[in-house]
Nanobody, 124 residues
Framework: QVQLVESGGGLVQAGGSLRLSCAAS????????MGWFRQAPGKERELIAR?????????YYLESVKGRFTISRDNAKNTVYLTMNNLKPEDTAVYYC????????????????WGRGTQVTVTS
């Protein structure tokens, strides 16, 4: 019902910045909560940020990215962004965007639609 395509990944030096985009198509809704996840090789996928509908907007950030990452959305373009500043080698992972459909929107099982992912590599 919903298709998501991530873009903006790449290779960045530590301390650099990058902005990821997630374009949604299909039966999209501005009421959906959108989340960004990441998964490094051999590690579990983890929620790093999420944002609710712009009508009542709240955000969540993983503690390790607070103050460095910012999630935002543009409903007119059906796009969600993740702006990443002061990147660290530990941020290296495949980043995924996803659509949340169930409360509390904090678990993998709360998200039903996923993008294919975009690689972010941060060098020392």
């Amino acid at each position: 019902q919903v298709q998501l395509v991530e873009s903006g990944g790449g290779l960045v030096q530590a301390g650099g910045s990058l902005r990821l985009s997630c374009a949604a198509s299909g039966r999209t809704s501005s009421t959906y909560t959108m989340g960004w996840f990441r998964q490094a090789p051999g590690k579990e996928r983890e929620l790093i940020a999420r944002i609710t509908s712009i009508s009542v907007t709240t955000t969540y950030y993983l503690e390790s990215v607070k103050g460095r990452f910012t999630i935002s959305r543009d409903n007119a373009k059906n796009t969600v962004y993740l702006t990443m500043n002061n990147l660290k080698p530990e941020d290296t992972a495949v980043y995924y965007c996803a659509v949340g459909t169930r409360f509390p929107m904090m678990r993998l099982g709360d998200y039903d639609y996923w993008g294919r992912g975009t690689q972010v590599t941060v060098t020392s």
